[in-house]
């Protein structure tokens, strides 16, 4: 079984400063996807990146950054420049390939609210 | 496309009381699923389903069950609702693509 975990329940961030949500996971899959969803005060559910674990370079979604490190099982998320609508829960989450074909059952982490000060 | 639509919204139930979510999807999607979501924590699969008439249990299947009769639909039913069915539930869909949700249903059980 899969376990993902975000160590910071809370973090807090001043508009334009830049900030990095931890994520870790656990698994002796060796392909996989990693995920960032945010979940804003609306409750939807937002994919905001994707990494492949086959993929060495960290994906980028123009303020949104990961740094992935497959050895260390660690997937980190850098948000940039911050601006007050990234005020929102954020839930890492781990799919092996394996699921089978377009199959994503999500193991996801517990989240960790962060709130951008104005 | 209107994606993913998840019905009621909100709902309160009694103790005992059944009651089914619905959730259909327009994007011809293969995998549907559903999720719930405890305050404080992430989402935990219930059920899922990789094609019409095919279902199979996630991680937290008890006192749940579901149906897949068309591609587009995916209820959920709860036959006797207890308070720890208390929750935010998500469905959600997918076919070779990250998941598509829907909006949410916040059940009060009490």
Redesign the interface.
Request: hydrophobic share 30%; net charge positive.
């Given at each position: 079984a899969q376990t993902v975990t975000q160590s910071q329940p809370e973090m807090s961030v001043q508009e334009a400063e830049t900030v990095t949500l931890s994520c870790t996971y656990d698994t002796s899959e060796s392909n996989y996807y990693l995920f960032w969803y945010k979940q804003p005060p609306s409750r939807q559910m937002i994919l905001v990146i994707r990494q492949e674990a086959y993929k060495q370079q960290n994906a980028t979604e123009n303020r949104f950054s990961v740094n992935f490190q497959k050895a260390a099982k660690s997937f980190s998320l850098k948000i940039s420049d911050s601006q007050l609508g990234d005020t929102a829960m954020y839930f890492c989450a781990f799919v092996p390939l394996y699921s089978g074909a377009g199959s994503y059952q999500l193991t996801f982490g517990k989240g960790t609210k962060l709130s951008v000060i104005p | 496309n209107a994606g993913v639509t998840q019905t009621p919204k909100f709902r309160i139930l009694k103790i005992g009381q059944s009651m089914t979510l619905q959730c259909t999807q327009d994007m011809n999607h293969?995998?549907m699923?559903w999720y719930r979501q405890d305050p404080?924590?992430?989402?935990?699969?219930i059920y899922?389903s990789?094609g019409a008439g095919i279902t199979d249990k996630?991680e937290v299947p008890n006192g749940y069950n579901v149906s897949r009769s068309t591609t587009e639909d995916f209820p959920l039913r709860l036959e006797l609702a207890a308070p720890s069915q208390t929750s935010?539930y998500?469905c959600?869909s997918?076919?070779?693509?990250?998941?598509h949700?829907g909006?949410?249903t916040?059940l009060t059980v009490t």
């Amino acid at each position: 079984a899969q376990t993902v975990t975000q160590s910071q329940p809370e973090m807090s961030v001043q508009e334009a400063e830049t900030v990095t949500l931890s994520c870790t996971y656990d698994t002796s899959e060796s392909n996989y996807y990693l995920f960032w969803y945010k979940q804003p005060p609306s409750r939807q559910m937002i994919l905001v990146i994707r990494q492949e674990a086959y993929k060495q370079q960290n994906a980028t979604e123009n303020r949104f950054s990961v740094n992935f490190q497959k050895a260390a099982k660690s997937f980190s998320l850098k948000i940039s420049d911050s601006q007050l609508g990234d005020t929102a829960m954020y839930f890492c989450a781990f799919v092996p390939l394996y699921s089978g074909a377009g199959s994503y059952q999500l193991t996801f982490g517990k989240g960790t609210k962060l709130s951008v000060i104005p | 496309n209107a994606g993913v639509t998840q019905t009621p919204k909100f709902r309160i139930l009694k103790i005992g009381q059944s009651m089914t979510l619905q959730c259909t999807q327009d994007m011809n999607h293969n995998y549907m699923y559903w999720y719930r979501q405890d305050p404080g924590m992430g989402l935990k699969l219930i059920y899922y389903s990789v094609g019409a008439g095919i279902t199979d249990k996630g991680e937290v299947p008890n006192g749940y069950n579901v149906s897949r009769s068309t591609t587009e639909d995916f209820p959920l039913r709860l036959e006797l609702a207890a308070p720890s069915q208390t929750s935010v539930y998500f469905c959600a869909s997918s076919h070779n693509s990250p998941l598509h949700f829907g909006n949410g249903t916040r059940l009060t059980v009490t």
